[in-house]
């Protein structure tokens, strides 16, 4: 692939004089979808150039028209294309492997985003975020909960402490009374201190990745100033001059979710000295800083949760203010405080020995009942704000988000109780030696099977449904193909490609049914564990032959179920590091769930749409002030949500120069449904209303895209009828082989792409005059015929 030099006219402010005779320039800037690919294959040309940009995300042309405006003329009224590709900003080098790790704090931050549409409010909608952040905020804790788990509890207490399990492994041999013959790191308090550096590791290298993601990915400032559109003029807070630069809030929920890992280790490792001291005869100085330090965990704690509470993002302006004490000093406050705590459980006492386990039942039954209870409180809020504005077409009827919620809650305590029995099983098991991992962990391992019945259930019912919907389709496919010869096999898998991607529709149902089994499961296994303190089947002694044969079996498949998925999921890990392809395959999932900005937990996966929409916007900006050429802003599928998101931040002025082609589209089908503050009816018709022109493209074969549905006669303005797929049914003379079933990909091969492109472009009046000198993005007038609308 060749670079080529920037050439002004393609996007630089300071070339006024280059402008005159360039009114009839024509650019089609293309954004990719899910999955990602080449500027090759995106321009149909094996020699492209790299007009701006860098490794991470850039902007390509054909070798041939690298300096396309400087020769005007010579494509007629044909648009240079350009392609914009972003795919490396989440599917790159090997360490996007890592950000498995944090997939349950990327749902949560989902939910903050799936706030219904209301009307007015304020206050309600500032609580709905609140409770969104303290969701996330408990995430962290039970992460670094279960990292102390397998560190403290299992390794250095349980394992260290027992003969068996010590000599068994070697390595902790030194930790061990007996092995090590009362060596120095053999009192509890040592080992306890010794192990808190692991997850004090851990939440260290959470800051690193949550720091070094915001400098490289979300650093980038839009170009609109402290000045430019609004809510007011664009329908929708993604018109905000601050909304692509959460810069502010990421950094004081970064500082107080780092203060919270330290003050949960610190907490985990303190309070267990602090026990031993208070029993009778323990040293009083002790005694006296254990109170100490448990009154100032007490209050860190409240400091932190003040710190998250206090506000939320900044979007109306571009907020380059840090809260730089704050930012500072609650971590380095709660790193001295663990410091302390390390050094004060180190400290000696002959007489304290290891036994049984840490009190790790009522750590963990703590945080599942808090997000238990945040959540059913954040339903509430949800439902109060979805009652002030009801849109049908909203899923879940507005409880999405704490649905989702929900689901990263379940998430989080699956991987922290799969790694926790998976490596107690590794240390000895749950014999002689272990005790194992708390009770509660083993209760919520044994509702995995009964879910995952719930799960086959929805499972059946989905594959009740395709097969209704085929039946259906099959007449419809036969009357969208009416004259051609009859092909039964044929026309029942065009019929059964349509049925399937028309599942897409139903994920409301099953998540929401999911999410409602998942809560009461989960309040059953809080119950069990503490009513009975014993695993299920313990606790299932005494009872009928049918009740302890269940409770054995849930135990003891759920314990094999978590420990495969914990072997899949690292088995995943390690391929997506070394193989670029399984690492593209586990892109398409950050493409789709890094979209929206950090604004619920600062250790989710970075949002590549903070790089992604600046960068389009920049480029449309800069293009059309150096050209006052056309342009039409080409999207597939999640290029099409960037590039809705780029026209929304543009001034108005060149918003009214830019038309808009998508296909392939989830604006409405996906993020009109499940984001409606954002992407809702409204908004989208804000959208239609103030590009040129929009048009929209989509099959009834795709299962991702789709109509854009807007209300009135704007429908028929942007949705053009739903394209067929195949192209033709049978063998044809331009077809003489079996077309293929194209479904989400390869819009571009249908001739009604180049069709709806010709037609925008003649919509984009030719002399359009120029823009005044001036700052890139302002113009001296409107387009001409901008105020009109029509079909396309």
């Given amino acids: 692939m060749e670079r080529a030099r920037e050439q002004i006219p393609t996007g ?102 799936m706030r219904p549409t209301t009307r007015g409010r304020p206050r309600t909608v500032r609580l709905y975020g609140l409770l969104v952040r303290l969701t996330g905020l408990s995430l962290t804790v039970l992460f670094v909960a279960g990292a102390c788990e397998v560190a403290l509890d299992l390794t250095a207490w349980q394992c260290a402490g027992a003969r068996a399990c010590a000599e068994s492994h070697s390595w902790l041999g030194f930790l061990s009374p007996d092995v090590s013959h009362d060596g120095w790191w053999s009192q509890p308090g040592r080992r306890l201190a010794l192990a808190g550096l692991v997850p004090t590791a851990l939440t260290g290298l959470l800051w690193y990745l949550s720091h070094r993601t915001w400098s490289a990915y979300e650093s980038q400032q839009p170009p609109t100033g402290d000045t430019g559109p609004d809510e007011e003029t664009t329908g929708t807070g993604l018109g905000r001059p601050g909304f692509w630069y959460g810069r502010r809030l990421v950094a004081r929920l970064r500082a107080a979710h780092t203060a919270v890992g330290f003050l949960t280790v610190a907490a985990a490792v303190g309070t267990s000295a602090a026990r031993y001291d208070r029993a009778p005869g323990g040293p009083a100085a002790l005694r006296t800083l254990g ?53 004060y459980a180190g400290w000696s006492r002959p007489g304290w020995h290891s036994h049984e386990r840490l009190p790790g039942d009522m750590t963990f039954g703590a945080i599942a009942l808090v997000q238990g209870l945040i959540v059913v409180a954040l339903a509430v809020v949800a439902h109060v704000l979805y009652r002030t504005r009801p849109d049908r077409r909203t899923a879940m009827r507005g409880l999405a988000g704490p649905a989702v919620a929900m689901l990263a809650c379940a998430l989080g305590g699956v991987m922290s109780g799969g790694v926790a029995q998976r490596v107690a ?262 959208l239609h209303r103030e590009v040129d022109c929009w048009r929209n493209l989509y099959r009834a074969t795709d299962p991702i895209g789709g109509p854009v549905r807007l209300p ?54 030719p002399d359009v005059p120029g823009p005044r000198d001036g700052a890139p993005g302002e113009t001296g007038g409107e387009p001409q015929g901008s105020s009109g609308r029509s079909s396309g």
């Avoid at 007009?51 to 902007?59: H, S």
């Avoid at 300096?67 to 044909?78: C, H, K, L, M």
């Avoid at 993002?313 to 971590?331: A, F, K, M, N, W």
């Avoid at 082989?737 to 037609?759: K, N, T, V």
Wanted: hydrophobic letters at 45%; aromatic letters at 8%; proline letters at 6%.
């Fill in 12 to 113: 630089a402010p300071d070339a006024p004089a280059q402008r005159s005779g360039r009114a009839g320039a024509a650019l089609e800037l293309l954004v990719h979808g899910v999955g990602g690919t080449t500027p090759q294959e995106m321009l149909d040309d094996p020699r492209t150039v790299r007009i701006t940009g860098d490794e991470t995300a850039a902007v390509y042309r054909r070798a041939a028209d690298a300096d396309a405006e400087r020769r005007p003329g010579e494509r007629g009224d044909e648009p240079v294309p350009e392609a914009y590709v972003w795919c490396n900003l989440t599917s790159g080098n090997g360490s996007r492997a890592l950000w498995l790790l944090l997939l349950p704090f990327m749902v949560v931050n989902l939910a903050h985003w």
């Fill in 291 to 343: 109170a100490l330090i448990e009154a100032a965990l007490v209050t860190g704690v409240l400091a932190v949760v003040w710190v998250v509470g206090r506000r939320g993002r900044s979007e109306h302006l571009i907020d380059r203010h840090l809260d730089r004490g704050t930012v500072r000093l609650l971590p380095l406050g709660s790193l001295a405080l663990l410091a302390l705590t390390l050094v």
């Fill in 425 to 686: 099983d590794w240390l000895g098991g749950t014999g002689e030696s272990l005790l194992g991992p708390p009770v509660l962990l083993i209760w919520q391992s044994s509702v995995i099977p009964p879910l995952l019945i719930v799960l086959l259930c929805l499972v059946a019912w989905l594959a009740l449904r395709t097969r209704m919907l085929r039946r259906r389709e099959t007449a419809v496919v036969e009357l969208d193909y009416a004259g051609e010869p009859e092909d039964l096999a044929r026309t029942r898998r065009i019929a059964t490609v349509r049925a399937m991607a028309s599942l897409t529709d139903r994920a409301p149902r099953v998540v929401g049914v999911t999410s409602a089994v998942t809560l009461f499961l989960g309040a059953g296994a809080l119950v069990g564990a503490l009513v009975t303190e014993e695993a299920p089947d313990d606790a299932a002694r005494g009872t009928y032959a049918f009740v302890r044969g269940c409770a054995e079996t849930a135990q003891a498949l759920g314990s094999w179920l978590i420990g495969l998925g914990f072997l899949l999921f690292v088995t995943w890990g390690r391929r997506a590091y070394k193989d670029a392809s399984a690492r593209r395959t586990i892109g398409i999932l950050w493409d789709v769930g890094t979209f929206w900005p950090r604004a619920a937990h600062p250790f989710a996966p970075p949002c590549y749409a903070e790089r992604a929409v600046p960068d389009l916007t920049w480029r449309m900006a800069t293009w059309t002030h150096a050209t006052g050429g056309r342009l039409v802003l080409s999207g597939h599928s999640q290029g099409s949500v960037l590039a809705a998101a780029a026209a929304w931040q543009l001034k108005p002025s060149v918003r009214k120069r830019v038309a808009l082609l998508t296909y392939g589209s989830p604006l409405e089908r996906l993020y009109g449904r499940w984001f409606p503050a954002h992407f809702g009816e409204a908004s989208l018709s804000s």
């Fill in 712 to 765: 009135g006669d704007c429908g028929p303005q942007v949705d053009r009828e739903a394209l067929k797929d195949p192209l033709a049914y049978g063998r044809t003379a331009l077809h003489p082989l079996p077309a293929p079933i194209l479904g989400h990909s390869d819009y571009q091969a249908d001739p009604a792409f180049a069709e709806e492109r010709a037609r925008l472009l003649a919509r984009l009046r």
